[in-house]
């Protein structure tokens, strides 16, 4: 059952709807930018995960402490099963922008604070909550991101873009990895070790304030998507929106599910892991870690431009069938590549994983959104997406030293990654072709 709340005029859809390239530049552009705010914010805590694990898990062993670190990395992503419950809803009730601009504050927020947590040195056992506590409320905000700005982009955009759009917009969380990286890198080289460890780890923390404002006035610049406001006038808000995706979109929850699954473990491989794999198993010096994955990410970067761009041509299909395809393929010799211990092998062997990973992302963003009607897109596409980045994207860091800590195979995440690959390729010989098909479905037009 559905009503109206507060539809609005006709004469008041038509200027969003017939805005033009001005309105597509700006939000695309504001959808880019808060997903670097949003990302960078989530991912700086990885590059700081060495000297967080001294300052909050004291230990003997430098290695449980590590792995201490690493689970309250996998932490956030507890929440983002019920970020996706909370912001899809608001998301399909409230609007997609007023939601997007109350994520990029949370995360911003919660960013800055970690940046001003005491050790535990200073307060004891409380440092190590109140940082998990911290973890969670990101993992909150990040549940949103995704889903929101894709779909913000997406209704926007001409049918004939839509792949290349939401995959430049989607494009931009490789990004804040590459600066997060570059500034660790820059801090450390500065200062001493001491004055790192004592101080200077805190400032990519608290660049997470300004960061953070300079995107939520981005994002206020915007108008509200065109088909939310035509399914809004139409059809009406649905009072639930999850129960109805539960109800009769199981399959194509399922279908984002799995396209989730190795989008999440793959990008989180490559953002919270592999510094830690070249430095820890590799044996690679830090600075040559963080150098080597700038330039993973960076071509990831355009992979994604390069998958959205052939999803528009051939389809989502067999863009995704393709990129699946490739990263099973190409896990196992990446990863012995960049295990070599050098610089060199240690950039091939990641820019190789990040070109077929990156051509497997960039039709995802769209393809799952395109499987929901708009009344319900971010909570259907949502809580299912954000299931499968808990458990395989949150877990990605952790279960990948812990398979080489208990097997002693440097490549045993590899394998991990070549058989979730496998599945992903399988399942989505079976997903339904969507490039053609209208974002506002039959069912917002009742």
């Known amino acids: 059952m559905t009503y109206n709340q507060n539809p609005p005029a006709e004469t008041d859809i038509a200027?969003?709807?017939?805005?033009?390239?001005?309105?597509?530049?700006?939000?695309?552009?504001?959808?880019?930018?808060?997903?670097?705010?949003?990302?960078?914010?989530?991912?700086?805590?990885?590059?700081?995960?060495?000297?967080?694990?001294?300052?909050?898990?004291?230990?003997?062993?430098?290695t449980a402490a590590l792995l201490s670190s690493l689970a309250v990395y996998g932490v956030g992503f507890l929440m983002r099963p019920l970020g996706g419950i909370v912001f899809g809803y608001l998301g399909d009730r409230i609007g997609r922008r007023n939601t997007l601009s109350a994520i990029i504050l949370l995360m911003g927020g919660a960013t800055v604070a970690i940046g001003l947590l005491p050790t535990y040195e200073q307060i004891g056992i409380l440092a190590p909550v109140l940082l998990v506590v911290c973890r969670l409320i990101q993992g909150l905000s990040a549940a949103g991101e995704a889903t929101g700005s894709n779909s913000f982009v997406a209704e926007h955009a001409p049918q004939n873009k839509r792949g290349f759009l939401v995959a430049f917009t989607y494009a931009f969380a490789n990004l804040p990895p590459i600066v997060a990286a570059l500034l660790v890198l820059l801090i450390t080289n500065v200062l001493t070790p001491d004055d790192y460890k004592s101080w200077g780890w805190r400032i990519p923390f608290l660049l997470?304030?300004?960061?953070?404002?300079?995107?939520?006035?981005?994002?206020?610049r915007t108008e509200e998507s065109p088909a939310f406001i035509k399914m809004r006038a139409t059809?009406?808000?649905?009072?639930?929106?999850?129960?109805?995706?539960f109800r009769d979109y199981k399959k194509e929850m399922g279908f984002s599910f799995a396209l989730a699954a190795l989008s999440s473990l793959g990008f989180y491989t490559l953002t919270g892991y592999f510094v830690t794999y070249l430095t820890v198993t590799?044996?690679?010096?830090?600075?040559?870690?963080?150098?080597?994955?700038?330039?993973?990410?960076?071509?990831?970067?355009?992979?994604?431009?390069?998958?959205?761009?052939?999803?528009?041509?051939?389809?989502?299909r067999k863009t995704i069938l393709l990129g699946a395809a490739i990263s099973t393929l190409?896990?196992?010799?990446?990863?012995m590549l960049a295990g070599q211990g050098n610089l060199f092998a240690a950039i091939l062997g990641q820019g190789l994983l990040a070109l077929a990973l990156?051509?497997?992302?960039?039709?995802?963003?769209?393809?799952?959104?395109?499987?929901?009607?708009?009344?319900?897109?971010?909570?259907?596409?949502?809580?299912?997406?954000?299931?499968?980045?808990?458990?395989f994207g949150g877990t990605a860091p952790l279960l990948s030293a812990y398979l080489v800590l208990q097997t002693g195979n440097k490549l045993a995440p590899a394998f991990y990654m070549a058989l979730v690959?496998?599945?992903?390729?399988?399942?989505?010989?079976?997903?339904?072709?969507?490039?053609?098909k209208s974002l506002v479905h039959s069912e917002d037009e009742a």
């Open 15 to 62: 200027p969003i709807a017939n805005s033009g390239n001005l309105e597509l530049k700006r939000v695309v552009s504001s959808a880019a930018l808060g997903q670097f705010v949003e990302w960078y914010d989530f991912v700086v805590y990885a590059y700081s995960a060495t000297v967080i694990a001294a300052l909050f898990f004291p230990s003997v062993d430098p």
């Open 235 to 245: 059809r009406g808000i649905e009072p639930m929106p999850l129960s109805i995706a």
């Open 330 to 335: 190409v896990c196992i010799p990446a990863y």
């Open 358 to 391: 990156g051509l497997f992302f960039g039709p995802v963003g769209i393809a799952f959104l395109e499987l929901f009607p708009t009344r319900i897109r971010l909570s259907g596409a949502g809580v299912s997406y954000n299931v499968a980045y808990t458990v």
């Open 421 to 436: 690959s496998i599945v992903v390729f399988i399942v989505a010989l079976y997903l339904p072709e969507t490039y053609r």
């Open 282 to 316: 590799a044996g690679l010096d830090r600075n040559s870690a963080l150098i080597s994955n700038s330039f993973a990410l960076l071509i990831a970067f355009f992979a994604m431009l390069l998958g959205g761009y052939l999803s528009d041509r051939i389809g989502r």
């Open 208 to 220: 997470g304030a300004p960061l953070a404002l300079v995107g939520l006035y981005i994002r206020r």
